[in-house]
């Protein structure tokens, strides 16, 4: 079993010039009130199956998200997250069973819900901005409007100066700001982050988990995050559950108060129990 304490001495603590997850970033301010939305999405999930013609890929899922909530889902590469995640926001069907986002279907409730994955996805060419208005519902933002949450989305994720520049010009971290920039925008309900730091390195990833923490602290979204990473489930979710060939396994709740240091010794202990759940099923303390 991969051991957590190792993988943690390879990552900056919160003795390092990183900060403890949830610290806000150096230089922060306060986000705009226009990013600000009042609830998060309720998500309601029964009986949830799913294939693609095969054998089932999700089967027997049951879940309730609170409005709000920060659920983080692990487990094995094809144990079904993305598929979970990818029904969660309309962009795949059930086979069977019902999805709820606010009582809607999640395709009746695109407006309110945003997916962010592990590539930026970023248009090659439109600058900055550009790419983060694709995010905005046109309707919602006449005139001024547009540009002026552009702008704060912007500043919500600290790159109020690259607006005007191309994508090809933003180093891996700089191009996911931009990413969630345009998933914050039309201010979702619900944003669902697919792996969205996968692709960084070590240090962006620290800093870019607290950026997403920050900003779901301060918007009130609810979020869905899948990713590998134990230890960076446990640094953001309230809520962790592990998924096994398509069923929900385990479920562990993360009861550590916001700032969590990268060396806290009780998120070591439940990164170790999910570790577990996840490679040899077993849940006990
Ligand atoms: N469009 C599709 N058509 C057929 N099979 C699919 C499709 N999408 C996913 N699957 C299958 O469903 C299963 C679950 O895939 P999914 O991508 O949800 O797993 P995952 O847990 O996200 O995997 P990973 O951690 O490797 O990204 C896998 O066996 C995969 O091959």
Redesign the pocket.
């Given at each position: 079993m991969p051991n957590p304490e190792a993988r943690r001495r390879n990552a900056p603590d919160a003795g390092d010039a990183v900060p403890a997850v949830a610290a806000a970033p150096a230089g922060s301010v306060p986000l705009e009130a226009g990013l600000r939305h009042p609830d998060g999405a309720a998500v309601r999930i029964r009986g949830l199956a799913k294939s693609?013609?095969g054998p089932l890929?999700l089967s027997q899922i049951d879940l309730d998200i609170a409005p709000g909530e920060f659920l983080a889902i692990v487990?094995?590469?094809?144990?079904?997250?993305?598929?979970?995640l990818r029904i969660l926001t309309g962009l795949d069907t059930p086979q069977s069973g019902e999805v709820t986002v606010d009582g809607r279907t999640p395709a009746d409730n695109a407006a309110d819900i945003r997916l962010m994955f592990q590539e930026p996805r970023l248009l090659p060419w439109a600058s900055v901005a550009g790419n983060v208005a694709v995010g905005l519902r046109q309707d919602a933002h006449p005139g001024n409007a547009a540009d002026r949450a552009v702008a704060e989305a912007l500043k919500a994720v600290q790159l109020p100066e690259k607006a005007g520049v191309w994508p090809a010009t933003l180093s891996g971290g700089q191009k996911q700001r931009v990413a969630l920039a345009r998933a914050l925008v039309s201010r979702p309900r619900l944003l669902a982050l697919d792996?969205p730091l996968g692709a960084l390195d070590a240090l962006t990833r620290l800093v870019m988990q607290a950026l997403i923490l920050r900003v779901k602290q301060e918007t009130g979204f609810t979020a869905v995050l899948?990713t590998?990473d134990v230890a960076e489930a446990v640094a953001l979710a309230d809520r962790v559950i592990v998924?096994e060939a398509?069923r929900i396994a385990a479920e562990f709740r993360v009861d550590v108060p916001h700032p969590r240091p990268t060396a806290s010794e009780e998120a070591a202990r439940i990164e170790a129990r999910i570790l577990e759940a996840i490679f040899h099923g077993r849940t006990a303390a």
């Open positions: 693609f013609g890929v487990g094995k590469s094809g144990c079904g997250k993305s598929t979970l792996e899948v590998h998924l398509g």
